[in-house]
């Protein structure tokens, strides 16, 4: 890793629908109240569980609110964002900045950090836990198996990492196959 971290900045509109418990997230910032350095944008700072935006799945924490049905939200204090908000309607649209944290030149797709998300909110049966608690294989059994089998001659099932010399990690004498060639 060189060090460098950059942003990769795209743009989606969101369309959402006020549920119950509104539109289902909170924001920080504004003019009165920046929430990144020389930045007065309104950012999302929370997606409430099984709300409007949290059932879309488009718009993330951390995400820069644009506009709200085509009013801009720049120079805005927050008190004044919020109302905005709370007088947009039924049907929302959000225009919506996605930053991509880039680091050392190559940067994290948004599905992956989204699977990633979603993984931790996903709650399994109690039931099917239960059942793989039962039925878990451990390593150590499965390296008994193996090493009881007639793999005495293998020396190595996986390719070498790229720090290892190949010749040496499958048990070949890189000399013998040099005096062979040559």
């Known amino acids: ?3 460098r971290v950059d942003y990769f900045v795209t743009e989606e509109e969101i369309n959402l629908t006020r549920g119950p418990s509104g539109l289902g997230f909170n924001i920080v910032g ?3 109240q920046q929430y990144v350095s020389n930045d ?3 950012y999302v700072s929370r997606i409430k569980e099984n709300g409007a935006a949290a059932l879309d799945g488009r718009l993330q924490e951390g995400d820069k609110i644009l506009s709200v049905n ?3 939200l720049r120079n805005l204090l927050h008190r004044d964002a919020v109302d905005l908000f709370r007088n947009a309607g039924y049907a929302v649209s959000l225009r919506v900045q996605h930053r991509l944290l880039i680091v050392g030149g190559s940067f ?3 599905e992956f950090s989204q699977i990633r998300y979603d993984a931790v909110k996903i709650k ?3 039931e099917l836990e239960k059942k793989l608690k039962m039925s878990k294989v451990s390593l150590e059994s499965e390296y008994e198996k193996i090493k009881d089998s007639a793999f005495d001659d293998w020396k190595n099932i996986r390719g070498p990492r790229p720090w290892e010399d190949p010749d040496l990690l499958q048990g070949r004498n890189p000399e013998i196959l040099k005096t062979k060639t040559t």
Request: no cysteine; hydrophobic share 20%; net charge negative.
């Open 124 to 126: 399994i049966d109690p």
């Open 108 to 110: 994290g797709l948004r």
């Open 1 to 3: 890793m060189n060090g």
């Open 30 to 32: 504004g003019t009165d």
């Open 70 to 72: 085509g009013q801009d």
């Open 40 to 42: 007065s944008g309104i």
